[in-house]
C-alpha cells in the first residue's frame, strides 16, 4: 500500500473517531507511518484531507445501494427476508463493515458541523429511502400492504438497520447474538405487527 492510501486510510480512522476538529495532521501521519510533511506534501492541507476521504470512500455506500432495489412482481415477504439477508451478509464482510462504520461515524459526526458532509449523508440516505419507497407505493397499490405512506414505511426500515449497525459498532459484537435471527425479528414485526387480531389467540 503506498503512502497516499495509507493517509486516506489513517485520516478515515482518525476523523471518525476525533472528528473533524480534534483529529489533527501529526495524529494522522502518525497512525499512517508517514512524516508529516509528507502528508502537507500530497493534500496540502487537512480540509483538502476531509474531502479526499468523503470522495474516495463514498462508493462504499454505492456499493449497498443495489440491495434496496428490490423486484416488485416477487413476493413481498420472501423479497423482504431475502433484503436482510443480503443486510447480514454485507454487515459481517469485515473489511467493507469496518470502513463503511468508520466512514458513517465520520458522516454523523461531522455533519452537525459541516454543510458539505451532511449534504453527502442526505444524498445516500434518500437514495436509499427512495428505491424502498417506490417499492412499498407499488405494493400499496397492488393491494398487497395497508394504506400507510410508503416513505414511512422505507425510512422505519432503513432507520432499524442503520441504528442497529451502529449500535453493534460501538458495543460490539455481543450486542447482537445472532443478527440474522435480530433481522428476521424485526421482519415479522414490521410485516405482521405486535398487536393479536381480535379473533386470533394469544401466541398465534
Known sequence: MNAE??????????FA????????????????????????RKFQSKENLLIEVLIKNRASFSALDPLFIIK????????????????????????????????MF???EEGKRRSEVAE??????????????????????DGKMRNVDPRSAALTHISHFAHIYLLNGILGEKFLCDMEAEFEGFIDIFANGILIEKDAKPGE
Open 120 to 141: 453527502i449523508l442526505f444524498s445516500v440516505y434518500q437514495m436509499n429511502v427512495a428505491h424502498l419507497s417506490e417499492y412499498f407505493e407499488f405494493q400499496r397499490k
Open 5 to 14: 492510501q495509507r493517509i486516506l486510510n489513517a485520516a478515515l480512522k482518525v
Open 17 to 40: 473517531s476525533e472528528g473533524y476538529t480534534g483529529a489533527t495532521t501529526r495524529r494522522i501521519a502518525k497512525e499512517a507511518n508517514v512524516a508529516e510533511v509528507t502528508l502537507f
Open 72 to 103: 416488485k412482481d416477487a413476493d413481498m415477504m420472501t423479497s423482504l427476508h431475502a433484503l436482510v439477508q443480503s443486510i447480514a451478509h454485507s454487515m459481517k464482510e469485515k473489511e467493507l463493515n469496518g470502513k463503511y462504520r468508520l466512514f
Open 106 to 108: 465520520m458522516l454523523l
